[in-house]
């Protein structure tokens, strides 16, 4: 066998090795970019298309699908006379809010709904977000209109005695979904953040799932 033979059968080993890297390689990239992310809670895949609702926000202006479009919305349900979970979920959500602001980030909007419109009227919705953060966004409206998105976003309240031991008095309080809901730009219920937050759990996660729906 002469040297060009050699030469050649070398050349077809190279290039043959190559080759097969990188469709090791693209392969492996296409895994990455498909995998669905792990979060601290659930991605959805695929995720689920809202249909229309009618809400009103802090300015008692409509709050429709439209303001879920082209953008990223955390959303929380909770009620302003709530004495822990709602308080402490939208302070994470404000701490997170500085880490993205700092990693110069996608900024999703906030949605803090309120399931108690009885008590929460839009005036007092917006003194209650704006404590947190002017950017966030207080949403309330009829019952029907509530549970409409409740039940497309998965989450679920139900009204229970306060102190007086009596559902009729002023003092009632609510059990709700302690769950962050994540909608992508498309209005599609995208993941849940389960609890305990904490914002590196909600910072992260938001990065991970941004990538992998920028990758479909």
């Known amino acids: 066998m002469n040297k060009i033979t050699l030469f050649k059968i070398g050349m077809v080993l190279v290039l043959s090795t190559v080759s097969m890297w990188a469709g090791f390689k693209l392969s492996s990239v296409l895994e990455e970019k498909n995998q669905v992310p792990i979060i601290e809670g659930t991605v959805l895949n695929p995720p689920r298309a809202l249909t229309p609702f009618k809400l009103i926000d802090q300015r008692r202006h409509d709050f429709r699908l439209e303001q879920f479009k082209g953008r990223w919305s955390l959303v929380f349900f909770g009620y302003t006379n709530c004495p822990d979970v709602c308080p402490n979920t939208l302070g994470i959500l404000k701490q997170a809010y500085i880490d993205m602001q700092a990693l110069k980030m996608e ?10 419109p009885a008590r929460d009227e ?22 029907d209109q509530i549970d409409n998105l409740t039940k497309q976003l998965s989450a679920v309240y139900l009204k229970a005695a306060g102190a007086s ?9 609510y059990d709700h979904s302690a769950a962050i809901l994540l909608v992508n730009p498309k209005a599609e219920f995208q993941a849940v953040f389960t609890a305990p937050h904490n914002k590196l759990g909600i910072v992260d996660g938001l990065q991970k799932t941004m990538k992998f729906y920028q990758a479909q």
Do not use: A, C, R
């Not at 900024?107 to 108690?116: N, R």
């Not at 009596?166 to 009632?172: A, G, L, P, S, T």
């Open 107 to 116: 900024l999703p909007q906030v949605v803090f709904v309120s399931v108690d």
């Open 122 to 143: 839009p005036e007092l919705l917006s003194d209650y977000v704006y404590y947190f953060d002017p950017s966030f966004v207080g949403v309330t409206g009829k019952k």
């Open 165 to 173: 031991g009596d559902i009729k008095k002023d003092d009632y309080l």
